[in-house]
């Protein structure tokens, strides 16, 4: 059974930066999978924010491109969003799961609340 959990959130001012992990149990990121990760914002559908495939390069969405950046680190077993020049826009409970998602892969999130 795969479950996806993640970590990192928090308050952060405007233009602060927060680091994000999603760690997996019964799934490998060095699978040959897209991974992604996601966001909700309060009473918003949940969005799509970047993904990285097996191989090539990275996709965000044009909101977040310049100031995330997602990786993946197959020999610590995470996935990883940087956000930098965070925007109160950003707030949300921001998850991981594969691209195109499963249903039952989704964990409880993370918040990240932008604000000064």
């Known amino acids: 059974q795969v479950r996806f959990v993640e970590s990192g959130g928090g308050l952060v001012q405007p233009g602060g930066s927060l680091r994000l992990s999603c760690t997996a149990s019964g799934f490998r990121f060095s699978l040959p999978i897209t991974v992604a990760w996601y966001r909700q914002a309060p009473g918003q559908q949940r969005e799509y924010v970047a993904s990285?495939?097996?191989?090539?390069?990275?996709n965000y969405r044009a909101s977040v491109k310049g100031r995330f950046t997602i990786s993946k680190d197959g020999a610590k077993k995470t996935l990883n969003l940087q956000m930098d020049n965070l925007k109160p826009e950003d707030t949300a409970v921001y998850y991981c799961?594969?691209?195109?998602?499963?249903?039952?892969?989704w964990g409880q999130g993370t918040q990240v609340t932008v604000s000064s």
């Open positions: 799961n594969t691209f195109p998602s499963v249903q039952d892969y």
């Open positions: 990285i495939p097996d191989d090539g390069g990275p």
